[in-house]
């Protein structure tokens, strides 16, 4: 028996291991903190930040209803059992409003505003977020 003969399964065991710590490790984000997904129990969340100038949303008169992205904090998409919408919107000035919606569009380029960066989340009615006021 030759030394790489030897050496195959202990290889192949290293292998295995590593492939097993790779999951763990995409859940990891930039800084090393654990991905807050992990530790919900919602299977509907998802957290993301979209880079975007105008939130246009239907209200259930049927009214468009154009928000500067600008103005947004941290957006919340919250689907019921029944699968309706709400919207929660936490503005920069520490606003906040909780909308029923039909729709809506996220208008990412506009030639009268530059795109930023809002924080999105997307859960069930269960996790409506409901923010700190101060």
């Known amino acids: 028996m030759n030394v790489s003969t030897k050496l195959q399964p202990k290889l192949l065991l290293g292998c295995v291991a590593i492939a097993a710590l790779l999951p763990l490790l995409a859940m990891q984000d930039?800084?090393?903190?654990?991905?807050?997904?992990?530790?919900?129990?919602?299977?509907?969340?998802?957290?993301?930040?979209?880079?975007?100038?105008?939130?246009?949303?239907?209200?259930?008169?049927?009214?468009?209803?154009?928000?500067?992205?600008?103005?947004?904090?941290?957006?919340?998409?919250?689907?019921?059992?029944?699968?309706?919408?709400?919207?929660?919107?936490?503005?920069q000035n520490r606003d906040y409003s909780s909308l029923a919606i039909r729709d809506f569009s996220v208008i990412r380029s506009s030639a009268a505003a530059v795109a930023v960066d809002v924080p999105i989340v997307r859960a069930t009615i269960a996790a409506m977020a409901f923010p700190e006021m101060k």
């Open 30 to 91: 930039p800084q090393g903190a654990q991905s807050t997904q992990i530790s919900k129990s919602d299977p509907f969340h998802q957290e993301s930040t979209w880079s975007f100038t105008v939130l246009q949303y239907t209200n259930p008169r049927g009214d468009v209803v154009e928000v500067p992205a600008r103005n947004i904090a941290k957006l919340w998409i919250l689907k019921d059992e029944d699968g309706d919408l709400r919207m929660e919107i936490l503005y």
